[in-house]
């Protein structure tokens, strides 16, 4: 078996993810900021970005099918590896999961959890929380842009729904872009998904040790996490 | 400012439509052909170009004869306006001398007021992406004039003016009617805190005019307003903050930690 290492860098998203990842991205940007700029008076500044007031919910509902398509795509495509992969919970998930807000805050290092799969115990808790939140938004979204079908009263419960699944799944996606471009030992893995899909062999050793034994790499000696050694 | 409104006596309507064409006329808006709808009625409801209108019922009378009603319809001008208190951008806004007003320029077309008005009044126009309904012709109004419908009328039917003196004038004339026999009532309904548009309504159900069976102001703009977007803001602000305190705890430590080394506890 060939080495998944190339240059000292080894895959760790694929095109289909990648592509997937960013449609979702892209597209929750502008629903988030194109709503805002309709509930929010202190946000009407951004509405004219969205085409003013002819245009602004137009494009929050086409963002929406964007969005709604991306996570269908997703969910269909990684069906497979998400029920295999993601949804198996072992002891180092959960022990990474009693390690998170320490990791969040930066008292402790990702070396400091137990080696940790593709997919570690944070990132598998936060697909939970993104598939949920998406789904509950897409679904009382479409609801929404096809009110025919839920008649006035309908409308009316379900148009709150909307706002409170939209404001928790942002709720989590404030930490998920926190951790993936600003963290300081995992911001690597911002680069990777809007890149090549590639992290340093390095990131792949602290952050998920266990992938790499799982494709028969050896990991490097951990230091702390995400941060080059400095050369002796 | 004292608060304004129009007083519509059915009793004295005789179904003329002055007030449909006046209204037309002074916003010049576009006519609209239509087919027969079998009756007087000249259309079949409200659109985006129409602002009001004349109903017309036809009402089995109890000795066998039939009793003509007409009922002019447009937005009813609410205390309480569910439109002004959903409608994002305060393109619907409730004026001090109670006129529901709206600017159209102001209009994102998300059609929340269609949803919520307790009387189906706002119309909703595709192409133009915005909503339309009768603003009480506010502009002639802070010009010193009455509505063009009600300048139209030729039977008085409609008068327009202080508040107070218009309800003081309803009592007035339905007690007028009663006396001549016929069981006359307000209509000015307390669950939308009473309208700026009041009718004298003869005998009968306010259903029997066209009006709402139960109208109720919508207790979903309480529950999403007050209950369930406050919940979704303080969870996203809580995470908000409590992430900035992550990035300031992760500069103290990093700060501690200058040589990126072998990480001790």
Known sequence: MSSPVRNGRIRMFNLAERLTHGAAALSFVVLLLSSASMMWSWARWLMPVFGGPRWVALVHVWAGYLFTLALVVALLGGFRSWVLRVLRWGPNDLAFVRHFLAVYFSRHSYADAPPQERFNGGMKAWSLVAIAGGLGVAVTGLLLAFKGSVGHAGFQVVLGLHVLFALLLTAGVIGHVYLAAFHPEARQSFGSMFGDGTVSLEYASTHHAAWLEEVGVKPQRAGRAGVPERAH | ?265
């Not at chain 2, 036809?58 to 001008?77: L, N, P, S, Y």
């Not at chain 2, 010009?143 to 009592?171: H, N, Q, S, Y």
Request: charged share 20%.
């Open chain 2, 1 to 265: 400012m004292a608060e304004v409104s129009i007083l519509v006596d059915i009793t004295k309507c005789i179904g003329c439509k002055s007030c449909e064409v006046a209204c037309k006329q002074w916003w010049q808006l576009p006519a609209e052909i239509a087919s027969w709808t079998g009756s007087y009625q000249s259309h079949s409801d409200l659109s985006y170009n129409r602002w009001t209108m004349v109903l017309f019922r036809e009402k089995e009378t109890a000795d066998g004869g039939v009793d003509w009603i007409f009922r002019k319809e447009q937005c009813m001008h609410c205390q309480k306006p569910a439109c002004v208190a959903v409608c994002p951008t305060q393109a619907l806004a409730r004026r001090p001398d109670g006129i529901v007003d709206y600017d159209p320029a102001k209009c994102i077309g998300c059609q929340y007021c269609v949803e919520f008005c307790p009387f189906d009044v706002p119309r909703y126009d595709a192409a133009a992406n915005k909503i339309s309904k009768c603003n009480m012709c506010a502009d002639r109004v802070d010009a010193g004039m009455e509505p063009a419908c009600v300048k139209a009328c030729p039977t008085d039917a409609l008068t327009f003016g202080p508040r107070e003196k218009l309800l003081a004038g309803a009592e007035a004339r339905v007690a007028e009617l009663k006396e001549a026999g016929v069981a006359a009532q307000v209509y000015n309904p307390e669950a939308v805190g009473g309208t700026h548009y009041v009718y004298v309504l003869p005998q009968g159900q306010p259903s029997e005019f066209g009006f709402p069976e139960n109208l109720r102001y919508p207790s979903t703009i309480g529950l999403w307003k007050s209950g369930l977007q406050p919940v979704g803001e303080g969870v996203a602000a809580l995470s908000l903050v409590v992430t900035l305190a992550a990035a300031a705890s992760a500069a103290f430590f990093n700060r501690n930690r200058p040589d990126g080394g072998e990480h001790h506890e």
